[in-house]
């Protein structure tokens, strides 16, 4: 198992399960429907969703490094999965702001982040993990599956934008914005998620040959 990978993948998981957690214990008192997930960071335990999205961006580097090394992201579907780590990165330190008391320095450069890490995911997933890879497997397939459905999902944000716009609404208010961006992010990270499992399943170099665990050296298809 490639040592990146792995790395990426716990402390992924992690994260994942920091933030599954802030969403579990505020049930009562945050509506996922129109609330979006940056604001469990708002409030003295802000510091706890910041972690838990550091740790994803951090164990999206790693992997995005461990494809890097054996040469299965390419240049560009690299630039795109390290856009989505820093997007991360900027949305962990940046503090959601609270828009109805006025403009905010930090909440506008969130926002960017969280911009900039959902386009990201997507162009990174379908460029990495495209059918027609020669390194292709079940891992690749189920990653460029997420990633067209989170291409969807951008897609049908900017919609909802443009409609909003169009009829002079707040483009937040046209749809449930908590429920969207949380179906957003489920389907990006099991992209992520997936390419992890890709990257860390063995050694594959570029003439077709792949060494799994233990030393066995297998040829592959191309």
Known sequence: MHRPARWGLGAAGAGIAVIIGLEISSLDEMDPFRRTISEHGLGPGGWVFGLGVGLLAAGSLAIGVSLARKKLAGVLGTIALMGWSLGLFVTAWFEKHDWSV??????????????????????????????????????T????GFGVCSLLWVAGIGTMMFIASAEGLPWYRVMPLGLVERGLAVTEVAALL???????AGRIDVRGREERPGGVTVETST
Do not use: D, K, N, Y
Request: glycine share 8%; net charge positive.
């Open 194 to 200: 997936a390419l992890g499992v890709w990257a860390a």
């Open 102 to 139: 006025g403009p905010s320095m930090s909440g506008s450069i969130h926002r960017v982040g969280s911009f900039v890490a959902f386009l990201s995911l997507p162009l990174a997933a379908l460029l990495i993990a495209r059918p027609w890879h020669r390194q292709r497997s079940r891992a």
């Open 141 to 144: 397939l189920v990653a460029f």
